[in-house]
């Protein structure tokens, strides 16, 4: 029997609503935008600010500072991804993903040898969390990350979007594509802290992501895809948890496996209706 009441419960079903708002942000626009795996990077990118985050630590000995290192250094390499790819176009934009990802995780191993094991605890939640263990002081963090993107783009919809599909075109129509570019890549690496900090960077395709990717295959315009990717993710994240706590199992690695699961399935059945 779960537990419903329990503040580990509670936690988890909270961390999995700000994971899937994340996901439906950091999924969804990196997809539009090209740059497939950027939320992969990011949420990597997040490992190593935390890392930095630690060292900053044991001289401040304030833990907000892991979140908050985390969250510049994943929006510093996204936007620096962003840059690359503006430069050299969309085709090197896997490039400028891997040339991002070895840095931050140069970094990370750089410095998880040098801090005690404490701070390295820490440190590898970014890299294997588990969403149960998630405290009221990480869902205030990832709730203010998550209602700040999803502000942004409320505000900047049409701006987003239009840049994410015809970025040419925009120029042309006048609009400041060379801003709302950078406000797409800096969405992107916001959002993939939150990710990170729900499920861990090693997990992270099963919330940037799979959802969008299954959504993708559902949808027939650009708000079904935002509400099939939120749906999808939901989906995911509460059955895996459930699932988890009653088999036993890992929390994160149930709602990748349930993920990963329902993309499978929707692949497999759109291929036999399409025969």
């Known amino acids: 029997m779960i537990n419903l009441t329990s ?29 497939h795996y950027l939320s992969a990077e990011v949420t990597h990118a997040a490992l190593g600010g935390a890392a930095i985050g630690a060292l900053i630590y ?3 000995h304030v833990d907000l500072i892991f979140f908050i290192a985390a969250l510049l250094f994943s929006v510093l390499t996204s936007v620096f991804t962003g840059y690359i790819t503006r430069k050299g176009g969309i085709e090197i934009s896997g490039l400028a993903i891997g040339l991002a990802l070895a840095f931050s995780l140069s970094i990370y191993a750089i410095v998880i040898g040098l801090i005690p094991a404490e701070l390295q605890i820490k440190v ?33 919809y049409n701006e987003v979007i239009y ?30 802290v939150v990710i990170a900090k729900a499920v861990g960077a090693l997990l992270v ?33 509460f059955s895996g948890l459930f699932l988890s706590v009653l088999i036993n199992f890992p929390t994160s690695g149930m709602i990748a496996m349930v993920a990963s699961l329902i993309y499978l399935i929707v692949i497999i059945v759109r291929r036999l209706i399409n025969k």
């Open 205 to 237: 395709f099963a919330l940037a992501i799979v959802p969008a990717a299954t959504a993708k295959e559902l949808s027939d315009s650009i708000p079904k895809l935002f509400f099939y990717t939120l749906i999808i993710a939901l989906a995911s994240g």
């Open 124 to 156: 590898n939640s970014y890299l294997i969390s588990d969403i149960l263990l998630l405290t009221n002081v990480d869902l205030i963090y990832m709730a203010i990350t998550v209602v700040t993107g999803l502000l942004i783009v409320l505000f900047f």
């Open 163 to 192: 840049t994410c599909f015809d970025l040419e075109g925009a120029e042309a129509l006048g609009l400041r594509t060379k801003v709302y570019d950078y406000v797409i890549f800096a969405l992107v690496g916001m959002t993939g």
């Open 7 to 35: 503040p580990f419960i509670i936690n988890a079903i909270i961390g999995i609503i700000l994971g899937s708002f994340a996901a439906l942000i950091a999924g969804t626009i990196s997809m539009l935008r090209g740059v």
């Open 58 to 60: 044991e001289i401040t």
